[in-house]
């Protein structure tokens, strides 16, 4: 097992003091290892924003510790931490660059800040252009960029100084799904080619399945559970788990009932063709009439993702599964106490 | 017409107006120097040192700053410049003239343009500040690279009504003995009811006003990188 890169022991955080003191996180651990995508999931409010700026000391725990790297961050100068810090990048949601540089100057500011010379730093920032795809915008403001392009000087900007970290908040929360498939790969592709850890800060399921490896479940500032995504998806433990792995909308009635008599599966569609009409061929050539109970899928350029919540007869149900196990790019799996 | 030019009140103003201006002009531009030495500063500080967002300032400093700053812009600029006649002087070794007059000028305008500084500085973000602590940016770069370059539009906006309100200030302290514009309407133009030189100071103030309005937008447009969309389409055109 990969050494951890990051951990957070027993981190509380409190904000303000007594009546209206908030709890923003209670005791909180978490480990994360070099070279994976770690995601931070939960509802708004949660404590998730607060947890990721705990550490880069952005905010100082109330209690806990934060170590990063090796070094026990809590225990720094303010100049030492200004110099790890340039170790640890950090993207956000509403990117946060500089209005009055143009995108090459935003990508050479942190090597302005480390005192690099202007040439290098412009020559390097040309580099880190090429790199997000951007190599023909040096010259343009952020203002005159799309959201997809400015946090892409946004990750530039932080690749500038070779953090070992990554961190992201909600960086893709303010761009549309297709920019947002677009971001997450660039990101996948950075963890990969640069070996740089990620942590992955999101309120959507859909941004965690796509990238990340393990990821930890925050609820009301409280770890409700972490593993890695599969076992969560396959059966989340906590409450908040559930929540945030059967999406709302699925009225509960129909699928105690469905569960009464049905078998429900859930079908993950992992970007196969979608020209592929799996319901129609279930009927058809299986025999089994498949009920959707509920659905999250898209169709992107032709193929298809998301997930799918199917009540099954209970005869048939192993042919059916049997069936959609055999098709690419889809795995299925049994819910055996489903309730929304 | 030549009787107009005629007119011994008409040419007295014509002799006496460009020293006027360049005393109104001269004595503004000093004062706002002055004052943005002192106020700009002190409205980086009470941006910066809230709640130790950025500087470390002790709380306690930080209410007298606000206290000094809301009280010295409290009190009404005619009664201010009376209090600080012994301050002018300490100062300078007189109380009276043009360059006297600076001095109650840069006091009342200090604590203004720090509130104007402070303002235009709101503007900023929280967000690019954070990202800037971030990739570890000490206090100094924040204040120098990210708050005044990022706010420098608007800290140009507030310049320009900085010195048109010295202006105005200093045309009050035609009352007090300073020279200039308002000294020329006050003095001659209200006092010795010479209606020309009355109408004559005045039409030049505005005159004034307008252009360092004019100079003072064009530029905080021209600095500004956000462009807006009917300019860049209208750049693309070109």
């Given at each position: 097992m990969a050494e951890p890169i990051i951990q957070l022991k027993h981190l509380t955080k409190r904000f303000g003091g007594g009546e209206n003191e908030v709890h923003a996180l209670e005791d909180v651990s978490i480990e994360v290892r070099a070279g994976e995508i770690f995601g931070v999931i939960g509802l708004s409010g949660a404590g998730k924003s607060t947890l990721v700026r705990c550490i880069n000391l952005l905010e100082r725990p109330t209690a806990g510790e934060v170590i990063v790297d090796g070094r026990d961050m809590l225990r720094l100068t303010e100049k030492e931490l200004r110099k790890v810090r340039q170790s640890i990048g950090m993207i956000f949601q509403s990117f946060n660059l500089l209005m009055q540089r143009t995108a090459l100057d935003n990508i050479c500011f942190p090597l302005e800040l480390a005192g690099a010379p202007r040439r290098e730093a412009v020559r390097r920032a040309e580099e880190l252009l090429e790199i997000v795809d951007?190599?023909?915008?040096?010259?343009?403001?952020p203002a005159q960029l799309s959201g997809g392009q400015k946090q892409r000087v946004a990750i530039a900007r932080t690749l500038a100084t070779n953090p070992k970290v990554l961190l992201c908040d909600e960086a893709t929360s303010a761009l549309d799904p297709k920019t947002t498939r677009d971001i997450l790969r660039l990101i996948q592709d950075i963890n990969k080619r640069l070996g740089i850890t990620v942590v992955v800060i999101t309120h959507e399921m859909k941004v965690i399945e796509e990238i990340c490896a393990r990821v930890a479940i925050l609820d009301h500032g409280h770890l409700a559970e972490t593993g890695t995504v599969e076992e969560i998806f396959a059966s989340p433990r906590s409450e908040a788990g559930r929540r945030l792995v059967y999406p709302d909308g699925v009225p509960a009635e129909v699928l105690y009932s469905a569960a009464d008599r049905d078998r429900v599966i859930r079908v993950a569609f992992n970007g196969g063709t979608s020209y592929q009409p799996l319901i129609a061929t279930l009927a058809i050539d299986c025999g089994v009439k498949a009920n959707i109970l509920g659905a999250d899928t898209r169709n992107i350029d032709g193929r298809a993702f998301g997930t799918m919540l199917l009540g099954l007869p209970r005869e048939g149900a192993d042919k059916a599964m049997t069936y959609i196990r055999s098709q690419k790019d889809i795995t299925v799996e049994e819910v055996p106490d489903y309730h929304g | 017409m030549a009787d107009f030019f005629a007119d011994p009140q008409v040419l007295r103003f014509l002799q006496e107006a460009p020293f006027a201006i360049w005393e109104t002009v001269y004595s503004t531009l000093i004062a706002t120097a002055l004052a943005y030495v002192i106020g700009l500063p002190l409205g980086v500080v009470l941006v910066a040192g809230e709640n130790g967002r950025i500087l470390k300032v002790p709380g306690p400093l930080m209410t007298a700053l606000n206290v000094a700053v809301n009280l010295l812009r409290s009190v009404p600029f005619l009664i201010l410049m009376v209090i600080v006649i012994p301050l002018s002087r300490l100062l300078l070794?007189?109380?009276?003239g043009t360059p006297a007059s600076i001095v109650p000028l840069v006091a009342a305008a200090a604590p203004f343009v720090a509130r104007i500084v402070e303002s235009s500085l709101r503007e900023l973000d929280a967000g690019v500040v954070e990202a800037a602590q971030a990739m570890g940016c000490s206090p100094w770069q924040i204040i120098t690279k990210v708050m005044l370059s990022e706010c420098r539009p608007s800290l140009i906006n507030g310049l320009t009504t900085a010195t048109i309100t010295i202006l105005s200030y200093g045309a009050m302290a035609g009352a007090i003995g300073a020279g200039g514009l308002g000294s020329m309407a006050l003095m001659k133009g209200y006092q010795r009811q010479m209606t020309v030189m009355l109408w004559g100071s005045v039409i030049l103030l505005v005159l004034l006003v307008q252009l360092i309005q004019s100079i003072g937008t064009a530029l905080s447009v021209k600095t500004d990188r956000r462009i807006n969309p009917t300019e860049s389409r209208r750049r693309k055109r070109k």
């Amino acid at each position: 097992m990969a050494e951890p890169i990051i951990q957070l022991k027993h981190l509380t955080k409190r904000f303000g003091g007594g009546e209206n003191e908030v709890h923003a996180l209670e005791d909180v651990s978490i480990e994360v290892r070099a070279g994976e995508i770690f995601g931070v999931i939960g509802l708004s409010g949660a404590g998730k924003s607060t947890l990721v700026r705990c550490i880069n000391l952005l905010e100082r725990p109330t209690a806990g510790e934060v170590i990063v790297d090796g070094r026990d961050m809590l225990r720094l100068t303010e100049k030492e931490l200004r110099k790890v810090r340039q170790s640890i990048g950090m993207i956000f949601q509403s990117f946060n660059l500089l209005m009055q540089r143009t995108a090459l100057d935003n990508i050479c500011f942190p090597l302005e800040l480390a005192g690099a010379p202007r040439r290098e730093a412009v020559r390097r920032a040309e580099e880190l252009l090429e790199i997000v795809d951007l190599a023909g915008r040096a010259g343009a403001y952020p203002a005159q960029l799309s959201g997809g392009q400015k946090q892409r000087v946004a990750i530039a900007r932080t690749l500038a100084t070779n953090p070992k970290v990554l961190l992201c908040d909600e960086a893709t929360s303010a761009l549309d799904p297709k920019t947002t498939r677009d971001i997450l790969r660039l990101i996948q592709d950075i963890n990969k080619r640069l070996g740089i850890t990620v942590v992955v800060i999101t309120h959507e399921m859909k941004v965690i399945e796509e990238i990340c490896a393990r990821v930890a479940i925050l609820d009301h500032g409280h770890l409700a559970e972490t593993g890695t995504v599969e076992e969560i998806f396959a059966s989340p433990r906590s409450e908040a788990g559930r929540r945030l792995v059967y999406p709302d909308g699925v009225p509960a009635e129909v699928l105690y009932s469905a569960a009464d008599r049905d078998r429900v599966i859930r079908v993950a569609f992992n970007g196969g063709t979608s020209y592929q009409p799996l319901i129609a061929t279930l009927a058809i050539d299986c025999g089994v009439k498949a009920n959707i109970l509920g659905a999250d899928t898209r169709n992107i350029d032709g193929r298809a993702f998301g997930t799918m919540l199917l009540g099954l007869p209970r005869e048939g149900a192993d042919k059916a599964m049997t069936y959609i196990r055999s098709q690419k790019d889809i795995t299925v799996e049994e819910v055996p106490d489903y309730h929304g | 017409m030549a009787d107009f030019f005629a007119d011994p009140q008409v040419l007295r103003f014509l002799q006496e107006a460009p020293f006027a201006i360049w005393e109104t002009v001269y004595s503004t531009l000093i004062a706002t120097a002055l004052a943005y030495v002192i106020g700009l500063p002190l409205g980086v500080v009470l941006v910066a040192g809230e709640n130790g967002r950025i500087l470390k300032v002790p709380g306690p400093l930080m209410t007298a700053l606000n206290v000094a700053v809301n009280l010295l812009r409290s009190v009404p600029f005619l009664i201010l410049m009376v209090i600080v006649i012994p301050l002018s002087r300490l100062l300078l070794g007189t109380s009276v003239g043009t360059p006297a007059s600076i001095v109650p000028l840069v006091a009342a305008a200090a604590p203004f343009v720090a509130r104007i500084v402070e303002s235009s500085l709101r503007e900023l973000d929280a967000g690019v500040v954070e990202a800037a602590q971030a990739m570890g940016c000490s206090p100094w770069q924040i204040i120098t690279k990210v708050m005044l370059s990022e706010c420098r539009p608007s800290l140009i906006n507030g310049l320009t009504t900085a010195t048109i309100t010295i202006l105005s200030y200093g045309a009050m302290a035609g009352a007090i003995g300073a020279g200039g514009l308002g000294s020329m309407a006050l003095m001659k133009g209200y006092q010795r009811q010479m209606t020309v030189m009355l109408w004559g100071s005045v039409i030049l103030l505005v005159l004034l006003v307008q252009l360092i309005q004019s100079i003072g937008t064009a530029l905080s447009v021209k600095t500004d990188r956000r462009i807006n969309p009917t300019e860049s389409r209208r750049r693309k055109r070109k």
